[in-house]
């Protein structure tokens, strides 16, 4: 992406939202959003953006949060690089901000952990929250899991484990094939695919387990189609996202192996638009996610997601994004203050409400989020069809079951250390 645009285009973002305050309005709660904004990953970044500049919108036109303060997203380019990530922690707070937003790549989510750690630490009376919406690395809420940090989307452990609940059901299903990317969050990946298809799919055999080189560094996957061929496989699951899965797909559908695709991510809005409808079809591509808008299970938001598609020209994806702003609106106004401790102990037990008429809850014990799930799979038969970028891709997302908040309630190791 063009460097001038890209700066024009944060700038903008800045300037837009600041222009909605009057002169007198008081000044804003920012939340600084550490992303990749430049790089080969800056199509996701920059859509996550989009995504919590629309739901912060939405809570600023009620009146915002602190009897009329507004929520304003302040973007810091990581470049998808986990040092620059740390960096932009240190000049988040540098610039006064109190609490930081992060989602993509693991990697750069366990230097934030880390870091705001140790700034707590050793600066009590100048804390940082974090918000995690999308580092999904089970450790996260367990071994690592810490006062500072909330986790809004499931982790690894229940994404895996509702999959593994689903393909179980499939009687499709006999011969798996892991590949993950050779980092915290792949390697998590690879240990949960193993647990739960044990636990709840016992009549599948894994006939292979790969972990490669992540974020694009894999430009040929024909070996590793050559590999599942050899396996005998009739099902792929990966965690792989960006590159990793557009790359591993269309090297599949184009070698013409029946096989189908259970993922995380093949879901994203930048990679249904990169595999495009035929190799998403060929690999009977399915997801786990945390809502579906195709389906009407929850007709109050669908206003919602139409003035997104509205705006955006593309279909609404992410509706973590929605509720950890929604939740931390609600969690600062139960403070009274813009204050990290006090939103964190507001954020802790907090309930809030969910798909498939099912209550969330942010579990005290670790701060992972707890919801039901669902598992979708790529069709043509949909009401809704999936829009990118102003264009009709001719396909959507159908469901085939949701697995309820009980089934993936999973035991934590977490030993909260509070303040």
Known sequence: MNTSYLRKLLLGTLLGGLSVLPAYAAEPVRLGLIEPFSGPIASIGLETLDNFNF??????????VLGGRMIEMVPLDNAMNAEKSTQQVKKAIDMGIRVVVQGVGSSNAINIIEYVNKHNKRNPDQTVLYLNHAAVTTEFTNELCSFWHFRFDANVDMKVAALATQMGRDPKVKNVYLINQNYAFGKSTQEASNKYLAERAKHIKIVGDDLIVPFGKVQDFTPYVAKIKGANADTVLTGNWGPDIIRLVKAVASAGLNVQFYTLYGGLPTTVNAVGTEDGMAVHMKQVTEQLVEDDDRKDL??????YLDKFKRTWYSDRIRFTVEMFAKAIDKAGKEDPEAIARALEGMTFPGPHGQTMVM?????????????????RDVPKRFIYEGKDLGIGWKTMNWVSREDLTLPTTCKMERP
């Open 55 to 64: 739901a912060v919108e939405a809570v600023n036109k009620r009146g915002g």
């Open 302 to 307: 669908q206003p919602y997601f139409e003035s």
């Open 363 to 379: 579990r005290p014990d670790d701060h992972q989020i707890q919801l039901p799930m669902v598992i979708s799979e790529m069709s």
